[in-house]
Nanobody
Framework: QVRLVESGGGLVQSGGSLTLSCAAS????????TAWYRQVPGKERELVAV????????RYGDSVKGRFTISRDSAKNMVYLQMNSLKPEDTAVYYC????????????WGQGTQVTVSS
């Protein structure tokens, strides 16, 4: 059974930090690109950061560059999102995502974790 389970969300003051974690199981984690997305009510889901399996290259959304860091531990099947200098506009539900390679094109989502940044 495929599972992506996020944790670490919560309430934090503006300027604070949080680290989100995503525990993956049930698929070949090392061959999948993994990412964090976020969504607020009434808006489309937005890419926050992605780490590509091969070479571990990373890419970030413009709004979080320089403040957020994505990382993964393939030995533990974990993905992390370190969020610093948080702003009220970072408030959203954050989702973990796993995107399979071309020969296994599957897409998995976690259930989401709420991050609320107070001003």
């Amino acid at each position: 059974q495929v599972r992506l389970v996020e944790s670490g969300g919560g309430l934090v003051q503006s300027g604070g930090s949080l680290t989100l974690s995503c525990a993956a199981s049930g698929f070949s984690f090392s061959t999948y690109a993994t990412a964090w997305y976020r969504q607020v009510p009434g808006k489309e889901r937005e890419l926050v950061a992605v780490v590509i399996s091969a070479g571990e290259s990373t890419r970030y959304g413009d709004s979080v560059k320089g403040r957020f860091t994505i990382s993964r531990d393939s030995a533990k099947n974990m993905v992390y999102l370190q969020m610093n200098s948080l702003k009220p506009e970072d408030t959203a539900v954050y989702y973990c995502n796993a995107d399979g390679p071309y020969y296994d094109p599957r897409l998995y989502w976690g259930q989401g974790t709420q991050v609320t940044v107070s001003s």
